[in-house]
């Protein structure tokens, strides 16, 4: 049964099902291109991060340009498959039992690709959400509703998975950013060209 979370909660996804490896991170909105006439393009990304918060090094960024982790431990297909994602627009899947040690958090954001060339923020996105399913039985673990309440910024965080004490638990984040994707590079220690 899937339970449903509200700006700051968390909840365990591995207490009650301590053998559950592979969950899949499920990313959906809807957008209002009215206000500029120009195609949204939104990109879901995931940041592994060490203690201090930050990546290690470039290679723990998986987003459109990097899709696949080299610890194999987090992969961000190119195309959501077809009757899999039930309204999804990204799926990003994550194996627990591959996170490095050295990664306690990874954060799963979007990002609106060239927003102030287009003039698009988050205030045109609506029904924003993050929902986690088990990979195997399809069953849905959680889900956050983001508030529609942004403005001026081009990049949410949605929230995160963090381990604790080898537990791995979620937390519901739904914090805005301006910056776009350069933005969340920046916050997470990600060197941009």
């Known amino acids: ?95 627990l039992g591959l996170v490095p040690e050295s990664v306690l958090r990874i954060a799963f954001t979007a990002s609106i690709y060239d927003a102030e060339i287009r003039q698009q923020t988050f205030g045109q996105v609506s029904h924003a959400y993050i929902r986690i399913f088990d990979s195997i039985t399809r069953e849905e673990i959680l889900r956050y509703n983001l508030a529609d309440n942004f403005t001026v910024e081009t990049a949410i965080v949605f929230g995160e998975i963090y381990n604790n004490n080898g537990e791995w638990k979620f937390n519901a984040m739904g914090n805005g950013y301006v910056g776009g994707l350069a933005g969340l590079c920046g916050i997470y220690g990600v060197e941009v060209g």
Do not use: C
Not at 12 to 22: C, F, N, W
Not at 35 to 45: I, K, P, Q, R, V
Not at 54 to 67: E, I, Q, T
């Open 1 to 95: 049964m899937s339970v449903g979370l509200a700006k700051g909660q968390k909840l365990s996804l591995t207490k009650g099902d301590p053998g559950r490896k592979e969950i899949v991170i499920a990313l959906g909105w809807d957008v209002n291109a009215y206000d500029t006439g120009a195609a949204f393009d939104l990109d879901a990304s995931a940041f592994l991060l060490g203690a201090d918060g930050k990546v290690s090094d470039s290679r723990d960024f998986v987003f459109y340009g990097n899709l696949e982790h080299e610890s194999g431990s987090v992969i961000h297909p190119e195309i959501n498959p077809a009757g899999e994602g039930g309204g999804d627009d990204a799926h990003i899947i994550v194996n």
